[in-house]
């Protein structure tokens, strides 16, 4: 059986469609991507068009399908790559929530790039969250690359300097994969403080969807997600103002960013990172539920 399979019949006409997506695992700090991506599904109510069967992509024993109950009928839930159509004014979309495999990557892209085809999409542009040495006290930074100027002032995003070479995610075998077939492609790239691990993060998927409908010029309703940022980020101050070493970290990096205006370096000395990650998460645990 091929691994996608097209839903929608009769399928829905597309003009030119801009494909948004976002992988969840090494690429989603803190579930930024694949939240803002959720996210913009739901307010929408998206229409699924089609999905990638995950069979062969997934090592079950490292992403377990989970079990529920519908009504009295016990069902399991597998991992989910599914495409998603939604018209924001004259502007056809389609999204894509999925999940980064374990296996056979190349076959994986094809069944991307298939949709990419089918639909004739004019531009991919793909959701990322990364940690990085950033104060959350500060504006979330996104970073990221567009087509053209236009595109890149419009989105507010940040261009990182040098020319980075190792170890990638699926978002950039796809990236090249699109260079290659000449897709325009654009990265846009949440900023997450790395002693802010803790999962979701709306913060962080509020500033990727911000970024994103400037540069597309297209609207969705944003208060609930804006409610559910400031919930988080009450909660880290005061995490954070229980906590000496993390306060003072903190305040070397606000130092950092104010003098440079730019994406930081890292400090000369940090502090045990993991006790600071550890004392933040275990305050978050013991808040309230917060936002979901």
């Given at each position: 059986m091929a691994p996608l399979r097209y839903l929608?019949?009769?399928?829905?006409?597309?003009?030119?469609?801009?494909?948004?997506?976002?992988?969840?695992g090494w690429s989603d700090a803190g579930g930024g991507a694949s939240g803002a991506a959720k996210y913009l599904i739901d307010r929408w109510h998206a229409t699924r068009i089609a999905e990638i069967e995950a069979e062969d992509f997934y090592d079950f024993t490292q992403l377990r399908p989970t079990v529920k109950y519908i009504h009295d009928v016990r069902v399991i839930e597998w991992p989910q790559n599914a495409f998603y159509f939604h018209r924001a004014g004259e502007r056809d979309l389609?999204?894509?929530?999925?999940?980064?495999?374990?296996?056979?990557?190349?076959?994986?892209?094809?069944?991307?790039?298939?949709?990419?085809?089918?639909?004739?999409?004019?531009?991919?542009?793909?959701?990322?969250?990364?940690?990085?040495?950033?104060?959350?006290t500060r504006p979330m930074r996104v970073t990221?690359?567009?087509?053209?100027?236009?595109?890149?002032?419009?989105?507010?995003?940040?261009?990182?300097g040098g020319r980075y070479e190792g170890p990638t995610g699926i978002n950039g075998v796809l990236n090249a994969t699109l260079r290659d077939m000449d897709v325009q492609a654009a990265?846009?790239?949440?900023?997450v403080p790395h002693y802010v691990s803790a999962s979701p993060n709306p913060p962080a998927s509020l500033a990727l969807i911000k970024a994103l409908t400037a540069m597309l010029d297209i609207e969705v309703p944003l208060t609930r997600m804006m409610r559910h940022a400031t919930a988080f980020e009450s909660q880290l101050n005061e995490a954070t103002a229980k906590n000496s070493e993390v306060s003072e970290y903190v305040r070397s990096?606000?130092?950092?960013?104010?003098?440079?205006?730019?994406?930081?370096?890292?400090?000369?000395?940090?502090?045990?990172t993991e006790n600071l990650v550890q004392d933040v998460e275990e305050f978050l645990?013991?808040?309230?539920?917060?936002?979901?």
């Open positions: 929608e019949s009769p399928e829905p006409e597309l003009n030119e469609p801009i494909l948004i997506g976002a992988f969840a389609i999204l894509f929530n999925g999940i980064e495999p374990h296996l056979k990557w190349k076959t994986y892209i094809r069944s991307f790039m298939d949709v990419v085809e089918h639909y004739k999409v004019s531009m991919v542009v793909s959701l990322g969250s990364m940690f990085v040495d950033y104060p959350h990221g690359q567009a087509p053209n100027e236009e595109l890149q002032e419009k989105a507010g995003l940040y261009t990182r990265t846009i790239w949440a900023n990096l606000e130092e950092r960013i104010d003098a440079e205006n730019e994406i930081i370096r890292p400090p000369a000395e940090l502090p045990a645990r013991r808040s309230s539920q917060g936002p979901q």
